[in-house]
């Protein structure tokens, strides 16, 4: 079955330093993946996607994420770390085959140290 | 333009009440989707509708929860008989289309307490 794992389920990071977020994939074929960032009691907003291409992306607020096909992957970066960027990070999977549903990662916590 | 709106944004039921979710979607988006959120965990697809048709419901568990979108009117989630466990966040996404590589547009969320 498909899935979609994000290992670290808290990371802390100080402010200015560089983040990444891990998320791997399982799935036969190249997916559609998406990054989403949630804020405290607050919706998902959709920070980058990659469908084709490029297999580096970037995305609003400075993100960038890179898919790697070999390692199933597509991790999210971002070189410097600001304090309003705490929140939790979704990564999800839209499959080719199906009708549009997206599946989620477990999410990250990101907590910010001044 | 307004997003996708949900309301209530918050809910109190007692065990064995009904819970109904609503769902506006986004100005031209026909395809809506609900996911849940339980505390701790990601999202979970529910379901995804169409106007006046349900396409994939193979997330939605089998017993007291349905939805429907009319054809005029909001998207809705029903919940009978409500049980603790069915303490959430529900949220609901539209999209132009209902393919893989669609970007769905998230509402700020439901969040259902069953006391």
């Known amino acids: 079955a498909q899935s979609v794992t994000q290992p670290d389920i808290h990371i802390t990071v100080s402010e200015g330093a560089s983040l990444e977020l891990r998320c791997n994939y399982s799935?036969?074929?190249?997916?559609?993946l998406f990054w989403y960032v949630q804020s405290p009691g607050q919706g998902l907003q959709l920070l980058l996607k990659?469908?084709?291409?490029?297999?580096l992306v970037q995305g609003i607020k400075g993100f960038e994420a890179e898919f790697k096909r070999s390692q199933s992957s597509f991790n999210l970066r971002k070189p410097s770390v600001h304090w309003s960027d705490a929140a939790e990070y979704f990564c999800?999977?839209?499959?080719?085959?199906?009708?549009?549903?997206?599946?989620f990662g477990q999410g990250t916590t990101l907590q910010v140290k001044p | 333009n307004a997003g996708v709106m949900q309301n209530p944004r918050h809910l109190v039921r007692r065990r064995g009440q009904e819970a109904r979710l609503r769902c506006s979607p986004m100005?031209?988006?026909?395809?809506v989707y609900w996911y849940r959120q339980l505390p701790e965990e990601g999202l979970k697809f529910m379901v995804y509708?169409?106007?006046?048709?349900?396409?994939?419901e193979s997330g939605m568990p089998k017993e007291r929860f349905s939805a429907e979108f009319p054809k005029e009117g909001p998207s809705i989630l029903r919940i009978q008989q409500v049980v603790r466990g069915d303490s959430a966040a529900y949220f609901c996404?539209?999209?132009?289309?209902?393919?893989?590589?669609?970007?769905?547009?998230f509402g700020p969320g439901t969040r259902l307490t069953v006391l």
């Open positions: 509708l169409q106007k006046e048709n349900i396409i994939d």
């Open positions: 100005k031209g988006h026909s395809h």
């Open positions: 799935y036969g074929a190249t997916p559609y």
């Open positions: 996404a539209s999209s132009r289309t209902g393919t893989g590589d669609n970007e769905q547009f």
């Open positions: 999800a999977v839209g499959l080719s085959s199906n009708t549009g549903k997206l599946i």
């Open positions: 990659y469908f084709s291409g490029d297999t």
